[in-house]
């Protein structure tokens, strides 16, 4: 109770989650027959593995393909598909999630980089500011879903059993529900806002494609490859990272030698707050399987829900609501430890699981307060964070219809894996 205490208390005030977690640590083992060194050692041996090279060298992939001017390509071919459709430029925003979703695999990095294109652009056709920045927002939670993805490499780490192809393949079915579920919304209700455009001749639609086919091969090239048993996933993201710089260099020549050092210090940044995390959430589930906390909340879980099916839900409301305070992959690397148990001992199949804790809190980072895709949409738009909030809500249900789905008919998310033998 100490270590927890200290927990939430440093959560509330505003401490980051990584200081906030290894304070509560210290502050458990410091009631146990440890010595407090222990903590170090268990925070280093969490990092101790192959497979999280995967992360910094996607976020490295990630970086060089937004410093080579890729996102200009995605969004003329974007617009070349469904420009000419009504709400054309709010549907080219969800599609060109879609396919920048195959470069990132993050949910912020795709914010920050299309909303700076399309925030402005639709505000000057006549949507208001305010929809663009959470249309963008939302659209960025298919990110995560599409592989390559750095949350289902972080699950899959978490968990045992549970194979990264197979994931890969569960999160594509959703990503497109999301984004044809979005496309629909925009179509009856964001309309109105800017007129039809003229459709693309073939020999245009020809050529933007053309333009867009480096990025269009680098997550068949990434996928494919694992699929096939060519590379692992953590060598696959070293591929991706030396494809994007080779890519960038040689055949679009729109990457600067000299930019380089800044790409690598953002990528560095930004998988320090990741890999941080990562490494003192191991030393925190170290401590609670030690204690026996996940066996004895799994034992009490179960007393009390024997089906399946309310598990889901139960665990839908759970994820919805930490969701709305925490980010995903902090609130994933606290909570699976102790419900991944709980859904193995009910036969959920793991896959399944798995995609639905993963689709559930990428929704968390476009719901407020704390959702930090629409943090980083407002920095762009900077229209208050009230205004976007009240535009993202339809745009939310649209989410949790999607999440609902996926939760009650798993062949929607199990069919692909199964299709490839998974």
């Not at 806002?193 to 020999?203: C, D, E, H, T």
């Not at 959702?371 to 980083?376: S, Y």
Request: with cysteine.
């Amino acid at each position: 109770m100490l270590g927890f205490g200290i927990l939430i208390v440093l959560l509330l005030i505003g401490s980051p989650i990584a200081f906030a977690i290894l304070l509560g640590v210290v502050g458990h083992v410091y009631t146990l027959p440890f010595n407090v060194s222990l903590v170090a050692q268990r925070i280093f041996s969490g990092l101790d593995s192959f497979s999280i090279l995967a992360i910094p060298l996607f976020v490295l992939a990630g970086e060089l393909m937004n410093e080579s001017g890729i996102t200009s390509r995605i969004i003329n071919f974007a617009n070349a598909l469904v420009g000419h459709m009504r709400a054309g430029l709010a549907h080219v925003n969800i599609w060109a999630s879609v396919i920048f979703a195959g470069l990132s695999g993050s949910a912020v990095a795709d914010t920050s980089a299309l909303g700076r294109v399309f925030i402005p652009t639709m505000e000057k056709e006549g949507y208001p500011r305010s929809f663009a920045a959470a249309l963008t927002a939302a659209s960025s939670v298919i990110g995560p879903m599409i592989p390559p993805s750095i949350p289902v490499i972080i699950y899959a780490l978490i968990t045992t059993g549970v194979s990264v192809p197979a994931l890969f393949l569960a999160g594509v079915a959703p990503g497109l529900f999301l984004a044809v579920g979005l496309s629909i919304y925009v179509y009856f209700f964001a309309g109105h806002y800017a007129p039809l455009k003229a459709k693309l001749s073939m020999k245009e639609r020809l050529k933007a494609f053309v333009d867009a086919w480096i990025p269009l091969f680098m997550p068949v090239f990434i996928v494919g490859s694992i699929l096939t048993g060519i590379v692992t996933p953590t060598e696959a993201a070293a591929f991706a990272a030396a494809y994007a710089l080779l890519a960038g260099i040689f055949i679009l020549k729109s990457l600067k030698i000299s930019s380089l050092p800044g790409i690598f210090i953002r990528a560095m940044r930004d998988s320090s707050v990741i890999l941080i995390v990562i490494a003192v959430v191991a030393a925190a589930n170290w401590l609670l399987t030690f204690s026996r906390v996940p066996q004895t909340v799994s034992q009490m879980v179960l007393e009390q829900v024997s089906s399946p099916w309310m598990f889901l839900i139960l665990v839908n409301v759970i994820l919805l609501v930490v969701g709305l305070f925490l980010e995903g992959i902090a609130a994933m690397l606290i909570l699976l430890p102790i419900l991944h148990p709980i859904a193995m001992s009910l036969g959920i199949d793991p896959v399944h699981f798995g995609i639905v804790v993963i689709f559930n809190l990428m929704i968390g980072l476009v719901t407020p307060p704390m959702g930090i895709c629409l943090f980083v949409s407002n920095s762009i738009a900077n229209v208050g964070m009230a205004a976007i909030s009240k535009q993202i809500m339809p745009l939310f249900l649209v989410e949790l219809a999607v999440l609902i789905l996926i939760t009650f008919v798993p062949s929607t998310v199990t069919f692909l894996p199964t299709l490839f033998g998974y």
